[in-house]
């Protein structure tokens, strides 16, 4: 078992019993954080999601780089989903510059997204959440009793990576996204290869998305406020407006009046919490739930044979949830491919101006926000940076803090199992979370914010 | 008859993107068959499973940013018979070495009111400059056939094949047009190693260094062109402070170029 992990069950004087569940390092979640949780008299007395990912500064030393260096800097925080941070930093210096971009270059934005979105969401799908479900430390371990189950996910993400390297050069920080569109774009010619493999992938994403309907989910349905993107059409990237399913419906720049960000102890990276009504859930749960009558006739189909009702409350869900979108993903793309035309012209010309811009997409994991002062020789004065997990932390511990009476019988060993597998729920991704530059400082209710 | 115990394998994080450790399990087509070949010991981003060292094989992502991890860093090198760095934040700081050139006490005055929450070293270093490394691999991120080439180097005991010549080489060899003398696009190719196979010049654009300074580069040089084809001095500050700002033959043509 995992070195380093304590568990201790204590009796004291008064014969209270005492119980400390605590994971020192998260295994199968990306960046570094922990659990500990604390149990007394069978009750729960605290849950800390810890965060210690080390911060790296990003909104610090993007100050005085060039407006079109963003896309390029702020994929480095994270390398799973790089795309999310190239999408959601283009169309937020667009915004600054007054630009909307449409044609065939927000399709081929959209198609690399798809990329992207298959293969992060086949990675947490196969990797890193289906091995709790069927009780094994890995999918390596699991590939030797379900090797076909691995084998085709395998296939299935790299098609996925398969995209993004076509669009983008390469699959982990690519280099082709550009504000005002692309370095170079393909010939319809490029596609004939890939569209093929997505008719075998469409197959395998059906597949997995009733695979996954058969796991075993425990009981455990939780009131939640869902936020994401809405868009007039279509399910949602990179525009539309903002909304939750308790009456927030605003515009991606009024994110800022909404929505606060405040620094607890245990955490390195913020929490960020809508300010009328505290703890949220963003991420492909909300997603569908919000969007559901935007998917194509066959993902609706799908997920609701696959046992989803149209508003998904089991967190232990979100791993259909994950493979319906695989699937609508895949569609959306063979879509985009077969009407695609090559345009006359890579990007759009761009000539600075002071402003600011804001811009949001949905990220694999949720809603990514940017925003930036530039200046009119086109330097970052000023940039914030919202990733989707700083945006989850208090609905995980929330989740822990509900779940655990339910499985309080366990020993701590099982319980400690269950405790990560809910927050695996998330796909948490801890090396996005953190990388703050305002700290807002909450010590004895008293709220300190700092530029 | 006792058959030979596999190589230990194990995968360490520090201050990065998780990017590197990523392109193992990008390896689709080689995942299964790599870990047929060894023991996968440590590696929390794919596995619970942790098993004690002393490990054969230590990939260490990531740079050094924090005491804490300082001190760890030292562990795990106690604990492995090779330590290969992957990508530019375990070899150069990565981009968070940024930092490393901003008055330190006015940067941290900004982001710490309350520097008792969360400890942070004044620089981003890479993991040699802590410990002995057996073998840097470079880049922004790592090519992965490079890491598959790496890793069955090590376990066969002999040297990896990872060239030192420049991104220019790439051009030649895929049979891409200079985009420096054919369009006039300021690129790093000429002082970058080789390593990404010369995308961005393929995809028209110029050079951005991921891979960091190639053997002996020729950086005066290189800045004289990027004036002639436009660039200022804070262009050319920006355009060597980039994932491999801390590189030594980066660090000091940045500086050269520093406005005083």
Same mark, same amino acid.
């Given at each position: 078992?995992?070195?380093?992990?304590?568990?201790?069950?204590?009796?004291?004087?008064?014969?209270?019993?005492? +119980?400390?569940?605590?994971?020192?390092?998260?295994?199968?979640?990306?960046?570094?954080?922990?659990?500990?949780?604390?149990?007394?008299?069978?009750?729960?007395?605290?849950?800390?999601?810890?965060? !210690?990912?080390?911060?790296?500064?990003?909104?610090?030393?993007?100050?005085?780089?060039?407006?079109?260096?963003?896309?390029?800097?702020?994929?480095?925080?994270?390398?799973?989903?790089?795309?999310?941070?190239?999408?959601?930093?283009?169309?937020?210096?667009?915004?600054?510059?007054?630009?909307?971009?449409?044609?065939?270059?927000?399709?081929?934005?959209?198609?690399?997204?798809?990329?992207?979105?298959? %293969?992060?969401?086949?990675?947490?799908?196969?990797?890193?959440?289906? *091995?709790?479900?069927?009780?094994?430390?890995?999918?390596?371990?699991?590939?030797?009793?379900?090797?076909?189950?691995?084998?085709?996910?395998?296939?299935?993400?790299?098609?996925?990576?398969?995209?993004?390297?076509?669009?983008?050069?390469?699959?982990?920080? *690519?280099?082709?996204?550009?504000?005002?569109?692309?370095?170079?774009?393909?010939?319809?010619?490029?596609?004939? %290869?890939?569209? %093929?493999?997505?008719?075998?992938?469409?197959?395998?994403?059906?597949? &997995?998305?009733?695979?996954?309907?058969?796991?075993? !989910?425990?009981?455990?349905?939780?009131?939640?406020?869902?936020?994401?993107?809405?868009?007039?059409?279509?399910?949602?990237?990179?525009?539309?407006?903002?909304?939750?399913?308790?009456?927030?419906?605003?515009?991606?720049?009024? !994110?800022?009046?909404?929505?606060? %960000?405040?620094?607890?102890?245990?955490?390195?990276?913020?929490?960020?919490?809508?300010?009328?009504?505290?703890?949220? !859930?963003?991420?492909?749960?909300?997603?569908?739930?919000?969007?559901?009558?935007?998917?194509?006739?066959?993902?609706?189909?799908?997920?609701?044979?696959?046992?989803?009702?149209?508003? $998904?409350?089991?967190?232990?869900?979100?791993?259909?949830?994950? $493979?319906?979108?695989?699937?609508?993903?895949?569609?959306?793309?063979?879509?985009?491919?077969?009407?695609?035309? &090559?345009?006359?012209?890579?990007?759009?010309?761009?000539?600075?101006?002071?402003?600011?811009?804001?811009?949001?997409?949905?990220?694999?994991?949720?809603?990514?926000?940017? +925003?930036?002062?530039?200046?009119?020789?086109?330097?970052?004065?000023?940039?914030?940076?919202? *990733?989707?997990?700083?945006?989850?932390?208090?609905?995980?511990?929330?989740?822990?803090?509900?779940?655990?009476?339910?499985?309080?019988?366990?020993?701590?060993?099982?319980?400690?199992?269950?405790?990560?597998?809910?927050? +695996?729920?998330?796909?948490?991704?801890?090396?996005?979370?953190?990388?703050?530059?305002?700290?807002?400082?909450?010590?004895?209710?008293?709220?300190?914010?700092?530029? | 008859?006792?058959?030979?115990? =596999?190589?230990?394998?194990?995968?360490?994080?520090?201050?990065?993107?998780?990017?590197?450790?990523?392109?193992?399990? /990008?390896?689709?087509?080689?995942?299964?068959?790599?870990?047929?070949?060894?023991?996968?010991?440590?590696?929390?981003?794919?596995?619970?499973?942790?098993?004690?060292?002393?490990? /054969?094989?230590?990939?260490?992502?990531?740079?050094?940013?924090?005491?804490? /991890?300082?001190?760890?860093?030292?562990?795990?090198?106690?604990?492995?018979?090779?330590?290969?760095?992957?990508?530019?934040?375990?070899?150069?700081?990565?981009?968070?070495?940024?930092?490393?050139?901003?008055?330190?006490?006015?940067?941290?005055?900004?982001?710490?009111?309350?520097?008792?929450?969360?400890?942070?070293?004044?620089?981003?270093?890479?993991?040699?400059?802590?410990?002995?490394? /057996?073998?840097?691999?470079? @880049?922004?991120?790592?090519? =992965?056939?490079?890491?598959?080439?790496?890793?069955?180097?090590?376990?066969?005991?002999?040297?990896?094949?990872?060239?030192?010549?420049?991104?220019?080489?790439?051009? =030649?060899?895929?049979?891409?047009?200079?985009?420096?003398?054919?369009?006039?696009?300021?690129?790093?190719?000429?002082?970058?190693?080789? @390593?990404?196979?010369?995308?961005?010049?393929?995809?028209?654009?110029?050079?951005?260094?991921?891979?960091?300074?190639?053997?002996?580069?020729?950086?005066?040089?290189?800045? =004289?062109?990027?004036?002639?084809?436009?660039?200022?001095?804070?262009?050319?500050?920006?355009?060597?402070?980039?994932?491999?700002?801390?590189?030594?033959?980066?660090?000091?043509?940045?500086?050269?170029?520093?406005?005083?």
């Amino acid at each position: 078992m995992k070195s380093g992990k304590k568990k201790k069950k204590t009796k004291n004087n008064n014969g209270n019993r005492r +119980r400390r569940i605590k994971v020192n390092y998260m295994a199968r979640v990306e960046g570094e954080g922990g659990l500990d949780i604390r149990i007394r008299n069978d009750r729960v007395t605290d849950v800390k999601l810890r965060i !210690f990912e080390p911060p790296r500064f990003f909104e610090a030393f993007l100050r005085d780089r060039m407006f079109t260096e963003a896309p390029d800097i702020t994929a480095r925080i994270c390398g799973i989903c790089p795309i999310a941070y190239q999408m959601s930093s283009v169309h937020a210096m667009e915004n600054a510059l007054g630009l909307s971009i449409g044609g065939p270059i927000r399709e081929l934005r959209r198609l690399i997204y798809c990329g992207e979105w298959i %293969e992060s969401h086949v990675l947490h799908v196969a990797m890193l959440h289906a *091995p709790d479900f069927l009780g094994y430390q890995d999918a390596i371990a699991m590939a030797k009793d379900h090797p076909d189950i691995v084998k085709n996910a395998l296939q299935l993400k790299k098609i996925g990576n398969d995209l993004v390297t076509l669009l983008g050069g390469r699959e982990i920080h *690519p280099i082709n996204v550009r504000v005002g569109g692309f370095y170079r774009v393909p010939a319809k010619s490029e596609f004939k %290869e890939i569209r %093929e493999k997505l008719n075998w992938a469409l197959e395998t994403a059906v597949g &997995m998305v009733r695979w996954t309907g058969t796991l075993p !989910f425990p009981d455990f349905e939780q009131d939640y406020v869902f936020v994401s993107l809405r868009h007039p059409q279509e399910y949602p990237f990179c525009e539309g407006r903002l909304v939750s399913n308790n009456g927030l419906d605003i515009a991606i720049d009024e !994110f800022p009046q909404h929505f606060e %960000e405040s620094h607890v102890e245990h955490s390195t990276s913020l929490h960020c919490l809508k300010k009328d009504s505290g703890n949220y !859930f963003v991420g492909p749960q909300a997603r569908y739930s919000l969007n559901f009558d935007r998917l194509t006739p066959l993902a609706q189909e799908e997920a609701l044979k696959a046992g989803l009702a149209k508003t $998904c409350r089991n967190p232990f869900q979100s791993i259909i949830v994950r $493979c319906v979108e695989t699937l609508w993903a895949v569609q959306e793309a063979i879509r985009i491919i077969d009407n695609y035309e &090559m345009p006359d012209s890579p990007a759009v010309e761009l000539e600075p101006r002071a402003a600011t811009g804001h811009g949001c997409s949905e990220a694999p994991r949720g809603i990514l926000y940017h +925003r930036y002062r530039i200046n009119d020789q086109g330097l970052i004065e000023d940039a914030e940076i919202i *990733p989707p997990t700083s945006q989850n932390q208090a609905t995980i511990e929330n989740d822990l803090r509900e779940m655990i009476p339910k499985f309080i019988h366990l020993e701590d060993e099982k319980l400690k199992w269950q405790c990560e597998q809910a927050v +695996r729920n998330y796909d948490p991704c801890i090396s996005c979370s953190c990388h703050f530059l305002r700290l807002n400082l909450d010590r004895d209710g008293a709220v300190v914010s700092l530029p | 008859m006792v058959q030979p115990r =596999k190589p230990k394998l194990a995968v360490w994080k520090f201050a990065s993107c998780d990017g590197c450790q990523l392109s193992l399990l /990008d390896c689709e087509d080689e995942l299964l068959a790599v870990a047929g070949a060894v023991d996968i010991a440590n590696f929390p981003e794919a596995s619970r499973a942790v098993a004690k060292g002393p490990y /054969d094989l230590s990939l260490v992502e990531g740079s050094i940013t924090t005491p804490h /991890d300082a001190e760890r860093i030292h562990k795990i090198r106690r604990n492995s018979k090779y330590l290969i760095t992957i990508g530019a934040c375990a070899t150069a700081g990565g981009i968070q070495a940024l930092r490393n050139f901003q008055d330190v006490r006015e940067f941290i005055s900004i982001v710490y009111a309350h520097p008792e929450y969360i400890e942070s070293l004044k620089k981003s270093t890479p993991i040699a400059e802590h410990v002995f490394v /057996d073998f840097e691999l470079r @880049g922004c991120p790592i090519n =992965k056939m490079q890491l598959v080439e790496v890793i069955s180097a090590f376990l066969n005991g002999r040297n990896p094949n990872t060239p030192r010549h420049s991104v220019c080489m790439e051009c =030649k060899m895929r049979g891409a047009v200079c985009v420096m003398t054919a369009r006039g696009i300021p690129c790093l190719g000429p002082v970058t190693q080789a @390593g990404c196979g010369a995308l961005c010049p393929a995809y028209n654009r110029g050079c951005y260094g991921c891979f960091g300074p190639m053997e002996t580069p020729n950086t005066p040089s290189l800045s =004289k062109w990027w004036k002639k084809l436009g660039a200022n001095d804070p262009d050319l500050v920006r355009a060597f402070r980039g994932f491999n700002a801390y590189a030594e033959e980066f660090r000091r043509e940045s500086e050269a170029h520093e406005v005083r």
